[in-house]
């Protein structure tokens, strides 16, 4: 018998954020919210499966949010939350797991030791949820625009309840049935009124719910404390060939010979791209743009440039700092660095200052000394989200790889 399936409710029209997607589908810290919701549910070793139940309008938005991940194929959901919960635990009765997690799309934070609490108090109870005491005083309000008080609520005894619950399945399962047809808010709800005995466990404050673009920035600020910076080197090579000119830098330079090569053989943007791609664990230039397709013929090599920068912001990062180092005895870069530094801090979307343009000779030793061609080097910062927290599809490319 499966242990233990956790179900994530992503079924809701709620669009209290009016972008025209249901909030689960919109973006997090540059990851849909749901993929964050799930997350957490897929890293964590006592959960053997996690299904997404959603809605069938919503099909497009969950392939592009969470298709590449490795969870149970998604269920229909109903008009309502507890009719929905419903759906994903029928979804389940063929092999019924020991115990359910019923989780929030809308919580993106969970963390692992909430996880372990839950499923801890399930080997002693029905059912366990976290919930954190009330602490500030409550008041009942008047209707209207400015309200009075009214009355204060003693708020002894009294919590916030969070999600995943937790419960074990068949007593679950049975109390949704009994109450089908309700509006009960959350699965606790549904256990007390069948006399389940349900646990309080320490819920956290980060588990929040994302319910207000305030909510957003929330999340996105107790994010961020989980970013780290990444750096990563590129290497290129052209040689010269006839020609009147060079690219270098996304500038063209006047030169007695041009660069060799399937695009416009610009070696600097080549190093920075690989440099790029290597942050986030991308393969390199090569991988991305074969020169043996003959689209990138001559292509410009911005494009290439743009195209690492556009991976790098799908999975949530920036690009902090860039810096090219350009071998050669011939031409002279230096009346061009300034440009070279404008052209690729525009393409980058960076100011100047984070965008440095060197250049060098090897003393007339070596290929570059014999000016036979030019060879670049550049090294890249990136800050990204860490990646024990974040399951980008970039990130765990780049862990499969290691
Ligand atoms: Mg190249």
């Known amino acids: 018998m499966t242990d233990c399936i956790a179900l994530v409710v992503a079924a809701g029209r709620g669009n209290r954020f009016g972008q025209g997607v249901p909030k689960q589908y919109r973006p997090l810290s540059g990851q849909p919210l749901l993929r964050r919701s799930v997350a957490p549910l897929l890293a964590h070793p006592l959960i053997d499966g996690v299904r997404v139940i959603f809605h069938p309008d919503d099909a497009d938005a ?42 929030d799309a809308a919580r993106p934070l969970v963390s ?89 466990v320490p819920g956290e404050e980060d588990n929040l719910k994302v319910t207000t673009e305030d909510d957003v920035f929330r999340a996105e600020r107790i994010l961020a404390g989980g970013r780290e910076t990444r750096t990563a080197t590129g290497f290129d090579v052209h040689r010269f060939c006839p020609g009147d000119q060079v690219m270098l830098c996304g500038v063209s330079v006047p030169h007695d010979h041009a660069l060799l090569g399937h695009s416009d053989a610009d070696v600097g943007l080549h190093a920075l791209t690989d440099a790029l791609l290597g942050a986030i664990g991308e393969g390199d230039i090569g991988s991305h743009f074969p020169p043996s397709d ?56 960076l100011s100047v200052a984070r965008v440095s343009v060197k250049a060098t000779t090897t003393e007339e030793l070596g290929f570059t000394g014999r000016r036979e061609g030019i060879a670049a080097q550049a090294a890249a910062s990136v800050e990204m989200p860490s990646a024990d927290q974040d399951q980008s599809p970039v990130v765990s490319a780049s862990i499969q790889a290691r």
């Open 62 to 103: 969950y392939r592009v949010a969470v298709g590449d991940l490795p969870l149970l194929s998604p269920v229909p959901g109903a008009a309502t939350r507890q009719g929905s919960a419903l759906c994903g635990l029928e979804s389940l009765a063929q092999a019924p797991p020991r115990n359910v997690l019923i989780h």
């Open 112 to 200: 692992a030791a909430l996880l372990d609490r839950v499923l801890a108090a399930l080997d002693r109870r029905e059912g366990a949820i976290p919930a954190l005491p009330v602490v500030d005083t409550l008041k009942r309000g008047s209707d209207g625009a400015a309200p009075l008080i009214v009355g204060t609520q003693d708020r002894a005894g009294l919590w916030r309840a969070q999600t995943p619950q937790g419960f074990r399945y068949a007593a679950l399962l049975a109390a949704h049935r009994a109450a089908a047809g309700q509006d009960l808010t959350d699965d606790a709800a549904v256990a007390e009124a069948a006399g389940l005995s349900v646990e309080l």
């Open 294 to 349: 003959p689209r990138w013929r001559g292509a410009p090599s911005e494009l290439f440039l743009r195209h690492a920068a556009a991976l790098i912001a799908a999975a949530g990062g920036r690009v902090v700092n860039v810096d090219v180092t350009l071998i050669c005895e011939r031409p002279k870069v230096g009346a061009h660095r300034a440009g070279m530094r404008a052209r690729i801090a525009e393409l980058l979307n």
